[in-house]
Structures are given as structure tokens and as C-alpha cells.
């Protein structure tokens, strides 16, 4: 209920100097760019009231707050997925938390497998649309009574993915000279745990899916509901074989050693992101865009 989340904020609001404006969540082997933050304040999960614990492997389960580069921040080390057994309404509780410690902003990373044919490992994503295949198969995020003071009850998902951002995320790979890494496309959330089995990955290719994965899309449908802007990022780990005589097959090994690898750009490319996000004047243009109205 609202009163949950409100508790959850207020009780990290009493504990931390910081009121961040950029929400970050890292996944699989990415969780390191908190540990960039300059005056770092920590709250594990299991101490924060209301809040789910994380259970998978290379997930830390800590909040951090601090600064980077001039905006203040607050990075979720660890996520929840709906594989470990959260109802999604666990596995999205710190966005509305997020939201009502006045954050604007949510940047989300993550592991994800290539469905598209000219993707590599290794290569960056960022996310410009999203098939929520639990969703329309009926688990979704934002089931269950609505609060109208998080959002409306029939949100439109037409504008998830923040043009802005996406512009600016691929502008600042130019610059970082990893613009060879970088595609656009679109995520598709699957439950998991288990891989794709070749007709499922055959069935996503034909229906657009680019990437797969097994998260953010609960995180940012919940962050979208509640007004915030979303900046999604996919690292490609493994390539998902869509030939029967293949003789690959995925490791969640993998995925981390990936992860590892690439750790290094995908933070510098969130870092510089995070430096240039302009807060202020979208609040500006929505203050006039009211007047006019
Ligand atoms: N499939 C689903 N989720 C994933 C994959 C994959 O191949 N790689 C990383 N997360």
C-alpha cells in the first residue's frame, strides 16, 4: 500500500543526507559504478523496512546514495527478478520508494542474450522498446488495485524508452569511442530461469525481439506509471542459437565473465550519461507546458 512505500521512504530519508534525483539499477557483474560514488552512504537490504532481499549470485543487495558527477544519486546493487519467486509487485516495490524520494530519473542495466542476427558479445543495447511477454501472458506489474497518486490506471507504454536519453547515450559512445559496440533495439522480458529453447528464441526473432532477458521490464513499466524517465541499457553476454546443429549453449558463468569484461564501458557510458542528464529544464518545460494549458 501507499503508506508502505511511504514508510520505507521516510525511513531512509531520516537516515541519509542525500535526496537523489537519478535512480540507477545495475545488473548481472555491472554493480560496480556505485562504488564510483563520492560520499557513499549503504543501507543492505535486509535492513531496510519492506524492502525483498536479493538472492542471486553476483548481486550484493545494497542501496547506495552518493554523488556522481555533480547529480545525486542512488544505485540498487542487486535487483529482484520474478524468477526467484517475487511477486512482481516485490520486484518493483523500490521504484514507488524511488519516486517518493524525488527521484526524476531511472537508469537501468542488464544481461541480456542477442536474439537479432548481427549482434555480438560483448556489444552494448540500448533499450528503445520492450516486449513485456510476462505481462501479456498475465503477470504484470501494475496488477491489483490502483493508487491514481502513483498513476493512472490504463498508462500508455508508447513512450517508455526517453528519446533524449537514448540520443545522448549513443552521441556520448561516439565520443568514448565504443560506438561500434552499439545498437538500438528492443528487449524482450521472459520469466526464466531456464534459457530459451531454439523455438522460443525463432518465436522472438519473428516477433521483433532483438534482446532477451529476464528483467526491467516490471522495474520500468512501474517507473513509467509514476511519471519517472527511463534510460535502459542491455549488455549482449551470449548470442541465443536459433540453429538446431549449434552446439552453443549459454552459462550464467558467461553471462558474469561478460559482464566483467565489459563492466568498464558500460560504467563510463553511465557515468557520462548521468553527468549530462538535464533535470532541470524538463521540469521547467513541464511548469510551462501547464501554464499553457
Ligand atoms: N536469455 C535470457 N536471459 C538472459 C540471457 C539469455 O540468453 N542472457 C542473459 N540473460
Redesign the pocket.
Known sequence: SYETYLETAEWLLSRTKHRPKVAIICGSGLGMLAETFTDQETFKYTDIPNFPKSTVQGHAGQLVFGELKGKTCVCMQGRFHMYEGYPLSKVTFPIRVFRLLGVEVLIVTN???SIADDYNTGDLMIIKDHINMPGMAGQHALQGPNDERFGSRFPPMSDVYDRALGKLALDISTELDCSNLMHEGVYCM?G?PS??TIAEARLLHKLGADA???STVPEVTVARHCGLRVFGLSLI??K?TKEYDSTEA?EHKA?LSIGKMRAGVVQNLVLELVGRVDLTPTRLQDIQEKQIQ
Open positions: 544481461a541480456a542474450g521472459v526464466g534459457f530459451e532477451v532477458g529476464m553476454t551470449n541465443v549459454v553471462v
